[in-house]
């Protein structure tokens, strides 16, 4: 990295025109490596850095590291931890899904950002992490209750506030209406444009655009999606020798000419009622994935407001927190232990060696994170993101913008919007020729 | 990753709610409409053009630190390098 200001990294997007198409070289600055800065410390401080470091999605950061280091270390959080660390999951998010909704879909769209809505969704985020980490990181691994504390699961009346004060943005500035009243009304197609038709927020907004446009289907290609992969499956290409080919460009199964699939919030609901239908008409186009995020905005909103379980597709992960084996000779236990935290079958246990990993569904898709420790102390740590398999140089963007109209005037617009409407979480540069 | 990096606002102007920021001694214009009551002076945290969370010089420094540390590692790593 050659500064301070390369050090986030960038995507740089060449399409070039040629004939009747358009090539795509994808080409990724992201430091992929740098979880390495954790080696040599102790796991107490590692994971207290570890989102100082990512910081824009920190608790799934720290929640996957926090997973993996208790799978390694034969440890679990107790049972109110973990409900503050679902919690904050569930609220940032909704934060991120809100980011995309407010700011990032409208600018691509040239519709204007509403950041005032968006400064009240920060406040508000901010305050529910405050409240819920005022007596405790509940992602130190292993952490334990403290009775009469929020870790014992009595929230304080400030995260219950800022809960609600996010529900309530999400209904007032997206839905116009109760989030779980839009997902009963909007579980069909018809529902959606139905909604969009009579409501003023900006995503009703959004849907009217695109299909006023006709870019409902923008984009749409064949790239599948990542299937349900147990901790144990993602962490040989983890532990192998090319690890670090692997978390720069992932394929799926781990072999190098494999296929690039995709990871994402359309990826995770693309069974929901309405976004469903909508794929069968709009394939993997940009309605149904902005219909994913609604989806997902709504009902963790839903959640939110009422206190109640975190989605489905949330909980599979986090859910697994103490289903963890201690060594490759134990079964793992739990209703979701296919996709929770273990201990890497390569541990050495009579060095002290041990390793696990943590697997998390982020708001960009699924993180997943592997450590190796001896001692208290680690000796490697690795991690995957979502964005490397979604802007794999073969992956559902490339082949989304490949299959744009080369002829399109709008090309560059078009291809803008479905990088945003895919998530690069980092700065890209788009170059059209 | 998903990478914040710490900046110092150098200046601020209310009417288009945006600063100039030092990122590693460069200069930089951000959008500070998502965080309140920043002043010249103040640290904040800075992605994709927008001052996400005012922080201490103290946790700005052992962000900064970190990273340094992270980017020295990755460029190690990189192919070439």
């Known amino acids: 990295m050659s500064s301070m200001t390369d050090f986030g990294g960038k995507l740089d997007i060449a399409l070039t025109r040629h004939r009747d198409r358009v090539w795509v070289a994808i080409r990724s600055s992201r430091p992929v490596t740098a979880a390495g800065v954790f080696a040599d410390k102790t796991v107490l401080a590692a994971t207290a850095q570890l989102p100082t470091l990512y910081s824009v999605c920190a ?25 503050r660390r679902q919690w904050l999951l569930a609220a940032e998010t909704a934060k991120e899904h809100f980011w995309r909704l407010l700011l990032d879909w409208p600018a691509a769209l040239d519709l204007g950002a509403d950041a005032a809505s968006m400064a009240l969704v920060m406040r508000a985020y901010r305050s529910l992490r405050g409240a819920l980490t005022a007596e405790g990181d509940p992602f130190r691994p292993g952490t334990d209750d403290r009775p009469g504390s929020l870790e014992a699961g009595q929230a304080s009346a400030q995260a219950e506030n800022a809960s609600a004060a996010l529900a ?107 976004v469903a239908e909508l794929t069968t008409r709009y394939g993997n186009g940009l309605l149904p994935r902005l219909a994913a995020l609604l989806v997902e905005l709504a009902e963790v909103a839903t959640t939110l407001a009422n206190s109640g379980p975190i989605p489905g597709w949330l909980e599979t992960s986090a859910g697994a927190a103490s289903a963890a084996e201690t060594d490759s000779g134990r079964t793992a236990v739990g209703a979701d232990a296919g996709v929770g935290p273990i201990s890497d079958a390569s541990s050495d246990m009579s060095s002290g060696l041990s390793a696990g990993v943590g697997v998390v569904q982020a708001a960009r898709g699924l993180l997943v994170h592997r450590v190796a420790i001896e001692e208290a102390q680690v000796r490697s740590w690795r991690i995957l993101a979502p964005t490397e398999w979604n802007f794999h140089p073969r992956g559902v963007v490339a082949a989304g913008l490949a299959a744009l109209d080369p002829e399109d005037p709008a090309l560059r617009l078009q291809a803008t919007l479905y990088c945003i409407a895919v998530d690069p979480c980092v700065d890209f540069t788009l170059s059209v020729s | ?67 340094r540390e992270a980017g020295a590692l990755d460029a190690e790593a990189a192919p070439g390098a």
């Not at chain 1, 009217?208 to 599948?224: D, Q, S, V, Y």
């Not at chain 2, 009551?37 to 010089?57: C, E, F, K, M, T």
């Open chain 1, 59 to 83: 608790t799934a950061q720290a929640q996957a590291g926090a997973l993996a280091c208790e799978a390694a270390m034969g440890l679990a959080a107790s049972a109110g931890a973990q409900r």
């Open chain 1, 168 to 274: 309530a943005l999400a209904s007032g500035r997206i839905f116009g209406m109760d989030a779980r009243r839009w997902l009963e009304r909007t579980d069909s197609a018809a529902g959606l444009m139905a909604w969009s038709g009579v409501t003023n927020t900006g995503a009703a907004v959004l849907v009217r655009t695109l299909l006023k446009r006709g870019l409902a289907g923008l984009g749409r290609n064949g790239i599948g999606v990542l299937p349900a992969l147990s901790a144990e499956a993602l962490s040989v290409p983890l532990s192998a020798a090319d690890a670090a080919a692997f978390v720069a460009a992932p394929c799926w199964p781990p072999t190098a000419d494999g296929p690039a699939l995709e990871t994402t919030p359309f990826a995770r609901c693309r069974k929901q009622p309405l």
């Open chain 2, 1 to 67: 990753m998903c990478l914040a990096i710490p900046a110092q606002i150098l200046d601020l102007d209310p009417a288009t709610d945006s600063a100039t920021v030092s990122l590693g001694g460069v200069r930089k214009s951000v959008s500070v409409a998502l965080v309140e009551d920043v002043a010249v002076g103040d640290y904040v945290l800075v992605h994709v053009g927008y001052a996400l969370n005012r922080i201490s010089p103290q946790e700005a420094e052992r962000t900064l630190a970190l990273i």
